[in-house]
């Protein structure tokens, strides 16, 4: 019985003994007796036993439901309306929608949050009077530029919290750009 006289037979017959103490002690009114050592299972010295084996990796959890991508429906078919509007009346003196979208445009947003953009847009736009937008404002342009690259809109307008924005990224199109008129 090679087996049984092993040290990590011993160290588990130690811990099911002291469990087993552990479970009378709880279930019985009276203090608990000291425990005495029984021939049958040899009490374990844990400071001269081999530490437990390490446990096999584990398997990557999957994503939390807090991340979220720019397909995932993260603004209102209203707010990119909005920010259509705003980006007329602020963007389209320097920028065309058909900046703004496709693989060039993209390339250097991909796996990036959408706090990234915004703050961007919001420190830097329009060139001519960076910062004089509201946040609300900017925040719609961002949405705008989402429905130009074909992402979907959903139920809940996207919001101007940074917090917020780190947990969406930005991944590709799926679809192809929307087809817009600017009157330019």
Request: net charge positive; glycine share 8%.
């Amino acid at each position: 019985m090679p087996i049984l006289n092993s040290p990590r037979s011993k160290w588990v017959s130690g811990c099911v003994a002291t469990v087993a103490i552990g479970v009378a002690a709880c279930s019985s009114s009276q203090a608990p007796a000291a425990p005495s050592p029984s021939p049958a299972a040899p009490v374990s010295q844990p400071a001269t036993q081999p530490p437990p084996q390490p446990a096999a990796p584990r398997p990557t959890p999957a994503p939390v439901a807090t991340s979220r991508t720019t397909r995932d429906g993260v603004y209102t078919l209203e707010q990119a309306n909005n920010g259509k509007n705003i980006f007329l009346g602020s963007c389209v003196s320097c920028h065309t929608p058909r900046d703004l979208v496709g693989g060039g445009f993209w390339a250097g947003l991909i796996g990036k949050s959408v706090t990234k953009f915004f703050t961007y847009v919001r420190e830097n736009m329009p060139q001519d009077n960076p910062a004089s937008l509201s946040d609300d404002d900017y925040i719609a342009t961002v949405a705008y530029v989402l429905q130009l690259n074909g992402m979907p809109p959903g139920q809940a307008p996207l919001a101007a919290d940074t917090a917020v924005l780190t947990k969406i990224k930005f991944v590709a199109p799926d679809s192809p750009p929307h087809h817009f008129s600017t009157g330019r």
